[in-house]
Nanobody, 120 residues
Framework: VQLVESGGGLVHPGGSLRLSCAAS????????VGWFRQAPGKEREGVSC????????NYADSVKGRFTISRDNAKNTVYLQMNSLKPEDTAVYYC??????????????WGQGTQVTVSS
């Protein structure tokens, strides 16, 4: 039972990346899934979340209008499309299954994450 994040990289300000959160050993569509990030010297923060049932989404104020979370149940994957990236988006990004989008609690432990660096 595992979640693996991928898709990070180095991008210029204003650029885009799509992160993937792929599940193995279980069906991700049965879970609420959140994306989080942690920048150097800062606490981990929630970025976006997609609920298990209705597929309701929410976003941190800092990424609203720029990031989009989505699911592909056939691929057992949740994505985070990140557009108009800013240097302050630089962080390690993690995904996790959660009880619901109203909490910062996660099931299991953190994975290795994927590094996103936004720099000119």
């Amino acid at each position: 039972v595992q979640l693996v994040e991928s898709g990070g990289g180095l991008v210029h300000p204003g650029g885009s990346l799509r992160l993937s959160c792929a599940a193995s050993g279980f069906s991700l569509d049965a879970y609420t899934v959140g994306w989080f990030r942690q920048a150097p010297g800062k606490e981990r923060e929630g970025v976006s979340c997609i609920s298990r049932s209705e597929g309701t989404t929410n976003y941190a104020d800092s990424v609203k209008g720029r990031f989009t979370i989505s699911r592909d149940n056939a691929k057992n994957t949740v994505y985070l499309q990140m557009n108009s990236l800013k240097p302050e988006d630089t962080a390690v990004y993690y995904c996790a299954t959660q009880p619901d989008c109203r909490t910062k609690l996660i099931f299991g432990s953190w994975g290795q994450g994927t590094q996103v660096t936004v720099s000119s």
